[in-house]
C-alpha cells in the first residue's frame, strides 16, 4: 500500500529522519504491501534521550545531524521523496484514496472527533486504511484534506492500544505541545525548495501526525498548525 500510507510506512521503517520526526517504532503489526503484518518489538509510549534508542550509530548520527538543522535554523535538509507523498496522493487520489463511507466499516480505530476543527469544514480528498490489521479491522486511518492555509493537510491516526504496540520519542527533539501531550514538529525542505511540515504526538489511545505540503518557518504560520492540531480529539 503505497499511498498516504508513506506515513504508515514510517510506522514500517527505521531510518534516521523517522527517528527525529517520531522515534523509534514500536507497533507490533502494520501495514504493508500485500496487507502483511510485521511482529511486536514493545509496546507503550516512552521517551528516550537519542544515545539510549537500540539502533545503529550511523542512525543515531543522522537523527543528531537533522536535530542540529532543525534547532539552528528550523528546517532539515530531506529528499523530494521525503517532500512528496501528500502531492503524489492527490494526484493519484482516483486509485489511493477512498470514500470514507468504503474505508469506516473496515476500521477497529474509531476517527477522530473534527467537529470543533477546521479539519471538519474542509475538502476531504480521501482516506486509507492503517496501523495494524486484526479480526475486528484495521487499527489506523489516514486522511487527507484541502485547507486554504495549508494547502494539502494530512491526518494520520494509530490507536495503539488496539495495536498493541506504541512509540519511544526521542526526548531531544520533542519541541511542542498538543492539549498536554509532548509532540514533534519537524519541518523538511529538499533542494528544490519543496517542502514538508510534520506534528506528532501521542495520547494515551493514538498517534497522530498531522501534516503539510510546506516547510512551515514563520512563527504565525506555525502557530496557526499547532492550534489546528490542538482542535483534533
Same mark, same amino acid.
Request: aromatic share 6%; hydrophobic share 40%; charged share 20%.
Given at each position: &500500500?503505497?499511498?498516504?500510507?508513506?506515513?504508515?510506512?514510517?510506522?514500517?521503517?527505521?531510518?534516521? +529522519?523517522?527517528?527525529?520526526?517520531?522515534?523509534?517504532?514500536?507497533?507490533?503489526?502494520?501495514?504493508?504491501?500485500?496487507?502483511?503484518?510485521?511482529?511486536? %518489538?514493545?509496546?507503550?509510549?516512552?521517551? *528516550?534521550?537519542?544515545?539510549?534508542?537500540?539502533?545503529?550509530?550511523? =542512525?543515531?548520527?543522522?537523527?543528531?545531524?537533522?536535530?542540529?538543522? &532543525?534547532?539552528?535554523?528550523?528546517? %532539515?535538509?530531506?529528499?523530494?521523496?521525503?517532500?512528496?507523498? *501528500?502531492?503524489?496522493?492527490?494526484?493519484?487520489?482516483?486509485?489511493? *484514496?477512498?470514500?470514507?463511507?468504503?474505508?469506516?466499516?473496515?476500521?477497529?480505530?474509531?476517527?477522530?472527533? *473534527?467537529?470543533?476543527?477546521?479539519?471538519?469544514?474542509?475538502? =476531504?480528498?480521501?482516506?486509507?486504511?492503517?496501523?495494524?490489521?486484526?479480526?475486528?479491522?484495521?487499527?489506523?486511518? $489516514?486522511?487527507? +484534506?484541502?485547507?486554504?492555509?495549508?494547502?494539502?493537510?494530512?491526518? @494520520?491516526? %494509530?490507536?495503539?492500544?488496539?495495536?498493541?504496540?506504541? &512509540?519511544? +520519542?526521542?526526548?531531544?527533539?520533542?519541541?511542542?505541545? %498538543?492539549?498536554?501531550?509532548?509532540?514533534?514538529?519537524?519541518?523538511?525542505?529538499?533542494?528544490?525548495?519543496?517542502?514538508?511540515?510534520?506534528?506528532?504526538?501521542?495520547?494515551?489511545?493514538?498517534?497522530?501526525?498531522?501534516?503539510?505540503?510546506?516547510?512551515?518557518? $514563520?512563527?504565525?504560520?506555525? @502557530?496557526?498548525?499547532?492550534?489546528?492540531?490542538?482542535?483534533? +480529539?
Amino acid at each position: &500500500m503505497k499511498n498516504i500510507s508513506s506515513r504508515t510506512k514510517k510506522i514500517a521503517l527505521i531510518t534516521a +529522519f523517522n527517528m527525529l520526526a517520531v522515534g523509534i517504532p514500536l507497533h507490533t503489526t502494520h501495514a504493508a504491501p500485500g496487507g502483511a503484518t510485521e511482529p511486536a %518489538v514493545s509496546t507503550g509510549i516512552t521517551i *528516550l534521550p537519542l544515545d539510549q534508542h537500540p539502533v545503529p550509530d550511523v =542512525l543515531k548520527n543522522q537523527a543528531q545531524l537533522e536535530l542540529t538543522q &532543525m534547532k539552528s535554523r528550523g528546517y %532539515v535538509d530531506a529528499t523530494e521523496d521525503s517532500v512528496s507523498y *501528500l502531492d503524489k496522493a492527490k494526484e493519484d487520489k482516483d486509485k489511493r *484514496l477512498k470514500s470514507m463511507t468504503e474505508v469506516v466499516p473496515k476500521l477497529k480505530v474509531s476517527p477522530a472527533n *473534527l467537529g470543533s476543527s477546521a479539519l471538519g469544514q474542509a475538502v =476531504l480528498l480521501g482516506a486509507t486504511a492503517s496501523g495494524g490489521h486484526t479480526e475486528k479491522g484495521w487499527t489506523g486511518l $489516514n486522511r487527507i +484534506f484541502v485547507v486554504p492555509k495549508f494547502g494539502l493537510v494530512g491526518l @494520520d491516526e %494509530v490507536d495503539y492500544i488496539a495495536s498493541q504496540g506504541g &512509540m519511544a +520519542f526521542i526526548k531531544e527533539a520533542i519541541n511542542q505541545d %498538543v492539549n498536554g501531550f509532548p509532540a514533534i514538529l519537524s519541518v523538511k525542505q529538499s533542494r528544490s525548495n519543496k517542502g514538508l511540515t510534520e506534528l506528532t504526538w501521542a495520547t494515551h489511545q493514538k498517534i497522530y501526525t498531522l501534516s503539510t505540503n510546506r516547510a512551515l518557518k $514563520n512563527q504565525k504560520d506555525i @502557530d496557526e498548525f499547532m492550534a489546528l492540531a490542538r482542535s483534533i +480529539f
